[in-house]
């Protein structure tokens, strides 16, 4: 069973910056494409970034475009995001996904087949 852990989430001020980790294991295969997602209490879940595994190309919610940065480490197995200039929106649980099939759309949670756990972000004013 493929496993996702995500590491790196904290309490933080507004302006400051938090980078997440996700590390992917188990997988009999490597996924097409990794993504990171946010989930407010009461809200859905929304695609944040977007990163292809083979070409590196990334896609960017508009709401984090030019403060977030999706990375990938394939000697490591982990996907990066560098979160800059948080803000008070910004705070919820993001998870990391994995896409073993990319097909259509990066940035909404039905191309991805595993989830880790999640990590909470919290950014106060």
């Known amino acids: 069973q493929v496993q996702l852990v995500e590491t790196g989430g904290g309490s933080v001020q507004v302006g400051e910056s938090l980078t997440l980790s996700c590390t992917i294991s188990q997988n009999p295969y490597p996924p097409n494409a990794m993504g990171w997602f946010r989930q407010a209490p009461g809200k859905q879940r929304e695609g944040v970034a977007s990163?292809?595994?083979?070409?590196?190309?990334?896609q960017y919610d508009a709401s984090v475009k030019g403060r977030f940065t999706i990375s990938l480490d394939n000697t490591k197995n982990t996907v990066y995001l560098q979160m800059n200039n948080l803000q008070p929106e910004d705070t919820a649980m993001y998870l990391c996904a994995a896409a073993m099939i990319v097909q259509g759309p990066t940035l909404v949670p039905r191309a991805y087949n595993f989830w880790g756990q999640g990590t909470q972000v919290t950014v106060s004013s």
């Open positions: 990163i292809y595994i083979r070409s590196d190309s990334t």
